[in-house]
């Protein structure tokens, strides 16, 4: 009233500010707080209160100015604007899907240049370890399970849709890093923390699903996958372990285990090993992405003489073709999705 004299009364009332407060709801802190907020159109209130249109539209134009002008005398809130690691790598994870699944290439330019700049500013130059939080050109704070769950599994993903094995290389160095500084070697269980962090008190370990993936069943799919990549199998058996100690709760709550679950239906029904090998295979990889495979690793390597156990002895041909594999032990390859597709079924119902 001391800002808008005799407009204070029909302000007000347009815009349901009361002594009272319009926004309580059970927080004791907001008694008499408004939030300015129109419960009926301009014309319609005016009408109501037999004030005429025009009259009405000068007072609220009129006081608008004079409130905002009293409102940036006030300090405002603190702005949260600090880029986190794994919500980025999430994202980054959700672009591979939807090139893959769609075929548009601004989702995949965006996961190669996201990811790059995780890498560039999030990792530690000199030790490796990757950074929670970045902001004003500064990282900070150990990343957490999490972090490098959702970035190696980004980076898995990523190699899947550029066919760049540099991406694999670089899984595989966060995830060595994870097994030496979060793993619990009596239950092979990772902790939240890294083991460099010396202000925790209690290091704790997750493995519900909650608001996002649980970090140790992220991690644990991407150990089991790398360790079919580059044929590890004390990688295998890290991931084996987790799943036989979870296996009960899994089955009885798969709800709380999602991503557990996946992996356990994974380990049970087998994991397709698909290769797409030869001059040009980035076109042919695509078609194959586009296709539902769920429990898959798959590589279109896009540099030729690729020294990893799925590629070895696969010379790059032209056209194209799509090798389908299970331990190493490949199928006659194919030249066609549908015909991937035909022996995948094939090989399941056998």
């Given at each position: ?54 009259k ?49 290439e ?24 990757l ?28 190699q ?9 290389f ?9 097994i ?57 058996i890290?991931?084996?372990?987790m ?41 042919l990889?695509?078609q194959?992405?586009a ?19 799925l ?15 299970r ?24």
């Amino acid at each position: 009233k001391t800002l808008l004299n005799d407009d204070a009364e029909v302000f007000n009332e347009f815009f349901d500010i009361s002594v009272a407060g319009n926004w309580f709801e059970g927080i004791p802190s907001a008694k008499g707080k408004n939030i300015l907020r129109t419960k009926t159109r301009l014309e319609i209130f005016a009408g109501e209160k037999n004030i005429p249109v025009e009259k009405l539209r000068n007072i609220i134009q009129k006081g608008k100015p004079i409130l905002l002008s009293e409102r940036n005398r006030r300090i405002r809130p603190a702005l949260d604007d600090k880029i986190i690691l794994g919500w980025n790598a999430l994202m980054n994870t959700a672009c591979s899907k939807a090139f893959a699944a769609t075929g548009e290439e601004q989702y995949r330019q965006l996961a190669i240049v996201n990811m790059k700049f995780l890498l560039e500013h999030f990792q530690n130059a000199k030790d490796k370890f990757l950074y929670h939080t970045w902001k004003n050109n500064e990282p900070k704070n150990f990343g957490f399970l999490d972090d490098y769950a959702f970035v190696v599994q980004a980076l898995l993903n990523l190699q899947e849709i550029t066919g760049d094995v540099d991406w694999l290389f670089k899984a595989r160095e966060l995830t060595e890093y994870v097994i030496e500084n979060f793993m619990d070697r009596e239950t092979s269980f990772l902790f939240f923390t890294d083991k460099r962090q010396k202000d925790v008190i209690l290091r704790k370990k997750e493995i519900y699903d909650g608001a996002t993936p649980s970090g140790n069943a992220t991690m644990a799919y991407n150990v089991y996958h790398l360790s079919i990549i580059f044929n590890f199998p004390e990688w295998k058996i890290i991931a084996e372990n987790m799943i036989t100690s979870l296996a009960r709760v899994i089955t009885q709550y798969p709800t709380s285990f999602g991503v557990w679950s996946m992996l356990f239906m994974e380990m049970v029904c087998g994991t397709e090993e698909i290769a797409v090998v030869g001059k040009n295979n980035s076109s042919l990889g695509e078609q194959v992405l586009a296709q539902y495979i769920p429990h898959k690793v798959f590589m279109a390597p896009s540099k030729p003489n690729v020294e990893l156990p799925l590629l070895v002895g696969k010379t790059p041909t032209n056209p194209p073709l799509i090798y389908l594999c299970r331990a190493y032990s490949c199928l006659n390859p194919v030249t066609e999705a549908s015909q991937l597709l035909e022996l995948i079924n094939k090989a399941n119902k056998n």
